[in-house]
């Protein structure tokens, strides 16, 4: 028998207060909830939760191809490590470059990389979204409610 699993309740007495986008990027760098700073938001190392458990915040913003943002930063952040680590390679060993071991280094920093990096996307990927769409607090509301599309106008989708 499968048990119905309830949306978890989110307390509705916390004050609405729009972070800086400062602070929201330096929560999601702790991986927390770039909205509350709550602790938690992540199910496995790379899978969120489908809601923050502090504030209630949907991390998918209540749209299901959402983090393809994410996949975007993660391949940055990967690209960013390869460069910085193949370029500081070349100048600390020219003109004698070992090109075999910085082939094989940069491929394993970017295999790497792309794991250890990921939950750090998702939730950067977050809080952009969070400073280019400001959170509202009738959005919020939807979220706690575990709203569907259609059943409100709200002014981000």
């Known amino acids: 028998m499968q048990s119905l699993a309830l949306p978890v309740p989110i307390p509705t007495t916390l004050p609405f207060n729009l972070p800086s986008r400062k602070r929201m990027l330096l929560r999601a760098l702790l991986l927390r909830c770039p909205h ?26 209540g749209e299901d191809d959402y983090f393809v943002g994410a996949y975007l930063f993660n391949l940055c952040m990967v690209e960013a490590i390869l460069w910085v680590g193949a370029f500081s390679c070349i100048a600390l060993t020219y003109p004698d470059t070992p ?44 979220h706690s409610e575990d709203g569907a599309f259609g059943d409100r106008v709200l002014s981000h989708i």
């Open 36 to 61: 509350c700073g709550g602790k938690g938001i992540f199910e496995t190392v790379f899978t969120l939760k489908k809601q923050c458990p502090t504030c209630g915040l949907r991390t998918q913003r």
């Open 99 to 142: 090109w075999t071991l910085l082939t094989w280094v940069t491929g394993i920093l970017m295999i790497v990389g792309c794991f250890a990096c990921y939950p750090f996307a998702k939730t950067t990927w977050l809080a952009v979204d969070l400073s280019i769409r400001p959170l509202t607090k009738e959005e919020l509301e939807w």
